[in-house]
């Protein structure tokens, strides 16, 4: 199966900017979609963005729109989040997922997704 791991958290100040990786590894070649989600304290863990693999199509919710871009490097086998202007309200344990599922683009994401990396934390200070 696929094994993700996820990278590049830490701490930075509001408006600064973060690049999140998700390596996979293990039978990459049968991935339709990948994605990321996020979980703050207390709250419940929210789907972020899309990437369906084979068209490279991405889909963004609401909240990260023009802010955050979801990417893919095929040859390395990595997903990345780019996140800019980053907000106190975004810090959240982030988590890169996958699946196989033939449904999974954009928004049906959030239900599909059912391989997970161990996530890495975010955390914007004001």
Not at 12 to 29: D, E, H, M, P
Not at 34 to 39: A, E, V
Not at 100 to 109: D, L, N
């Amino acid at each position: 199966q696929v094994q993700l791991m996820e990278s590049g958290g830490g701490s930075v100040q509001a408006g600064g900017s973060l690049r999140l990786s998700c390596a996979a590894s293990g039978s990459t070649y049968s991935i339709r979609c990948m994605g990321w989600f996020r979980q703050a304290p207390g709250k419940e863990r929210e789907w972020v963005a899309t990437i369906v693999t084979a068209g490279i199509s991405t889909v963004y919710a609401g909240s990260v729109k023009g802010r955050f871009t979801i990417s893919q490097d095929n040859a390395k086998n990595t997903l990345y989040l780019q996140m800019n202007s980053l907000k106190p309200e975004n810090t959240a344990m982030y988590y890169c997922a996958a699946t196989s599922r033939p449904v999974c683009g954009g928004t049906y994401f959030a239900a599909a997704a059912n391989v997970w990396g161990q996530g890495t934390q975010v955390t914007v200070s004001s």
